[in-house]
């Protein structure tokens, strides 16, 4: 498939409008409409196409090298010298392992973050369960004075979704099928732009809150702040909306 047919057909899959698309990259409708057309006239050059190509398919959660390798394969009359637009790769393997080592490692954050969660949940059950085998306060009990009075009752135990910590927003994602997802920040940071498929979950967390939009909604749960709310609110096949630290509920975006 072409350049523009690839684009068009990702973006259908995970269930975006061209005017989804143009709300994330900043690219008018219109010219999404014609990059996925293969008519690149009105990006207003190559440098900015390729920009285009990037921005869109780091939405839609494809590789965008292998489309810009193959806009530069058939624009080559566009393209300036070689020398002064294309940096080298690096060819050499310690150069290519320290820039893994420098590459974050969202899996490894997530699993330490699911585990914190794990943590505070267990701690809440130990605590309450200790509270409801302890006797009643000894001040209670002289108050009572063996008068036949009732005794004073404890309140009720925390539930485990009471622990998770009350300064940050955390969001679970779990996926029946196949969908697309874009996590980020309050302040606009991209955590994750990518799909997530049949069986998999994906676990965010920031102390600021988080704003989130999911292609094929239905086919997802979402656990907001340890409450768990099924699949969200989705105008069509799109969900978004905006998780605060300690609320219960998604607010619409």
């Given at each position: 498939?072409?350049?523009g047919?690839?684009?068009?057909?990702?973006r259908?899959?995970?269930?975006l409008?061209?005017?989804?698309?143009?709300?994330?990259?900043?690219?008018?409708?219109?010219?999404?409409?014609?990059?996925?057309?293969d008519?690149?006239?009105?990006?207003?050059?190559?440098?900015?196409?390729?920009?285009?190509?990037?921005?869109?398919?780091?939405?839609?959660?494809?590789?965008?090298?292998?489309?810009?390798?193959?806009?530069?394969?058939?624009?080559?009359?566009?393209?300036?010298?070689?020398?002064?637009?294309?940096?080298?790769?690096?060819?050499?393997?310690?150069?290519?392992?320290?820039?893994?080592?420098?590459?974050?490692?969202?899996?490894?954050?997530?699993?330490?973050?699911?585990?914190?969660?794990?943590?505070?949940?267990?701690?809440?059950?130990?605590?309450?369960?200790?509270?409801?085998?302890?006797?009643?306060?000894?001040?209670?009990?002289?108050?009572?004075?063996?008068?036949?009075?009732?005794?004073?009752?404890?309140?009720?135990?925390?539930?485990?979704?009471?622990?998770?910590?009350?300064?940050?927003?955390?969001?679970l994602?779990?996926?029946?099928?196949?969908?697309?997802?874009?996590?980020?920040?309050?302040?606009?940071?991209?955590?994750?732009?990518?799909?997530?498929?049949?069986?998999?979950?994906?676990?965010?967390?920031?102390?600021?809150?988080?704003?989130?939009?999911?292609?094929?909604?239905?086919?997802?749960?979402?656990?907001?702040?340890?409450?768990?709310?099924?699949?969200p609110?989705?105008?069509?096949?799109?969900?978004?909306?905006?998780?605060?630290?300690?609320?219960?509920?998604?607010?619409?975006?």
């Amino acid at each position: 498939m072409s350049v523009g047919e690839t684009l068009s057909h990702a973006r259908r899959s995970v269930g975006l409008s061209l005017d989804d698309v143009a709300a994330d990259t900043r690219i008018r409708a219109s010219v999404v409409a014609s990059i996925e057309n293969d008519d690149f006239g009105p990006c207003g050059g190559a440098v900015y196409a390729r920009g285009h190509i990037r921005s869109i398919a780091r939405v839609l959660g494809i590789d965008a090298d292998p489309l810009i390798a193959e806009f530069d394969a058939s624009h080559q009359t566009d393209l300036p010298p070689v020398a002064a637009t294309v940096a080298p790769q690096p060819t050499d393997p310690d150069l290519l392992s320290r820039s893994e080592r420098r590459r974050p490692n969202w899996t490894a954050a997530m699993a330490t973050a699911l585990a914190a969660i794990c943590i505070f949940a267990l701690v809440g059950l130990i605590v309450s369960h200790s509270r409801s085998r302890s006797p009643a306060h000894p001040a209670a009990q002289s108050q009572n004075g063996g008068g036949g009075r009732p005794a004073v009752t404890a309140s009720p135990p925390p539930t485990a979704a009471a622990e998770v910590p009350a300064t940050k927003a955390t969001l679970l994602i779990r996926a029946t099928d196949t969908c697309w997802v874009q996590v980020t920040r309050r302040n606009g940071t991209v955590l994750y732009s990518r799909n997530i498929y049949a069986g998999q979950s994906k676990l965010f967390t920031a102390k600021g809150g988080l704003s989130f939009i999911i292609g094929n909604a239905p086919a997802v749960d979402v656990v907001v702040n340890g409450h768990d709310l099924g699949s969200p609110q989705s105008q069509g096949n799109v969900a978004r909306g905006n998780v605060s630290p300690g609320a219960d509920t998604i607010q619409q975006a």
